[in-house]
């Protein structure tokens, strides 16, 4: 009996400061089952971005016709840029049997829990609202009022943590990174997700 | 920003002859969040079997009280013994944020399934029907017939292991024990069952 399972879709939200990209780069450097997804956007290249490794760069009407062909399972603009995720990419994965994760804010990820998809949803906290001030406050700009704005805009994602399935605190770095690993290790024997070879060797 | 989350309804399947009780022997031995649930039972106590450890002894008449009381999980009757698992025991063992195992066949899980129970379903399963009938054969009688029927039982529960949120194969008993720490760990994680402290400290 095998279990040739299919990947899992990852949707990993957390408030700006929490260390999502830490634990995450951790965590899929330690494992080859998994890879981030790689978005479409309408914003230019940065120098050195590489297209279908970074981000797909397409442009504006390219994207309206993805979105209408119902082809991102989210999107949204930042800036007066779009942002989406291609459904087919991330299903090729999928079938290929790799997870992909979707770091992605509170609304893309209630986009994809109110879509019906199969996914795995994992809310990073910090280990407090101060630490989480804290951490902010070494990043950039010291003024008040900018910190106010950040810290509200944080508060208000901690307020859609109910909506995750896992809930993951990233108080000891090394912790957190065992909490996700262990949601992916669980997530692999799923059997909404198996694909069993019943037969005898 | 702490969580002091509850346990888990674990309801543990797999044909006899899988290796059920050798696996969570060892997982059991291996983390100290985790019990099997103790049942009740009208059946006499054997030599050496302790009340409220192997099992809750009681008389017909008081598991017919348990029954119409709604006070077990599931019960079923074996051999003229009724058998079944207490409800308020294993919530006390959740509330005190302990996992509790119930070890039990594919009709008492579906009762618990049934009921709507937020229940960790897990289904063991063996590495192939070849090994099953080698085990089953090792076990005791070489009666062709009597192994038949065995194996004839063991297939019928295999065809409910679809109704499981988990699918684990038995073929290195080491795997599998990591397989079921790893979906125990990922379950303390769950928001549905999260008692977070939200103040900072």
């Given at each position: 009996m095998k279990n040739d399972a299919k990947g899992a879709?990852?949707?990993y939200s957390g408030p700006s400061g929490c260390g999502k990209g830490t634990?995450?780069?951790?965590?899929l450097a330690e494992r080859d089952d998994t890879a981030m997804s790689v978005s479409v956007t309408t914003r230019a290249p940065r120098p050195g971005e590489v297209d279908g490794k970074d981000y797909f760069?397409?442009?504006r009407n390219a994207f309206e016709r993805?979105?209408?062909a119902g082809e991102?399972?989210?999107h949204a603009e930042y800036n007066g840029n779009l942002y989406g995720t291609p459904r087919a990419a991330v299903?090729?994965?999928?079938?290929?049997?790799?997870?992909?994760?979707l770091e992605i804010d509170v609304?893309?990820?209630?986009q994809i829990m109110d879509s019906?998809?199969?996914?795995?949803?994992i809310f990073l906290a910090p280990p407090s609202m101060q630490e989480l001030a804290r951490r902010l406050r070494k990043r950039g700009t010291e003024e008040e009022s900018v910190m106010a704005r950040r810290l509200a805009i944080a508060r208000q994602e901690m307020s859609h943590a109910h909506r995750y399935q896992f809930f993951v605190i990233n108080d000891v770095l090394e912790k957190a990174v065992r909490d996700i690993h262990a949601i992916l290790d669980a997530e692999r024997l799923r059997y909404s997700r198996a694909r069993i070879d019943w037969e005898d060797e």
């Open positions: 879709l990852i949707v634990v995450m780069t951790q965590v760069f397409i442009d993805m979105v209408a991102l399972l989210e299903e090729r994965q999928l079938l290929a049997g790799r997870n992909v994760v609304q893309g990820a209630e019906g998809a199969d996914a795995v949803t």
